[in-house]
């Protein structure tokens, strides 16, 4: 009943789609007999939701609208410098350790600073797993007699 025809125009730097409904019905549909599922399907896909106006406000209303994005920037701010705090400290600690295994092994020292293209740590780590046993469940298991 409806084809999709699709062009393309060029926008600036963008390219643009723009989709239409064709009625492939040929004739003159009549408009005033209650089905708009046309109308109903181009508000749909190609009109823009309606949003609600912006609200201005004023007064005590706009001092506490402040004092809230006052409060909450702030509060980013102390998560931003406490993440910032702990990495800080981080560093500082491997630093240390760095310092104090190459006092300690050279050898140990040069090792942990290469870097190779082809193995990284997590990679050539054994990780250690917990595998299921071979036999699951023994069949023939009899409980020992108390008779002994």
């Known amino acids: 009943m409806?084809?999709?025809i699709r062009q393309q125009t060029t926008q600036s730097i963008y390219t643009k789609q723009v989709v239409r409904l064709v009625s492939t019905q040929s004739g003159n549909t009549s408009h005033s007999s209650g089905d708009n599922r046309l109308e109903v399907?181009?508000?749909?896909?190609?009109?823009?939701?309606?949003?609600?106006?912006i609200v201005s406000l004023e007064g005590e209303a706009l001092q506490q609208h402040d004092t809230i994005e006052r409060a909450w920037k702030l509060h980013t701010m102390r998560e931003r410098e406490r993440k910032q705090r702990t990495l800080e400290k981080q560093f500082?600690?491997?630093?240390?350790?760095?310092?104090?295994?190459?006092k300690t092994s050279d050898r140990l020292f040069k090792g942990a600073i290469v870097k190779?293209?082809?193995?990284?740590?997590?990679?050539?780590?054994?990780?250690?797993?917990?595998?299921?046993?071979?036999?699951v469940w023994d069949y023939n298991y009899k409980a020992p007699s108390d008779s002994a």
């Open 92 to 102: 500082r600690s491997l630093h240390q350790a760095m310092s104090e295994l190459e």
């Open 41 to 53: 399907i181009r508000r749909v896909l190609f009109e823009s939701p309606q949003r609600p106006s």
């Open 116 to 135: 190779s293209r082809h193995i990284t740590y997590p990679k050539q780590a054994k990780i250690p797993t917990e595998t299921p046993p071979t036999q």
């Open 2 to 4: 409806f084809t999709l």
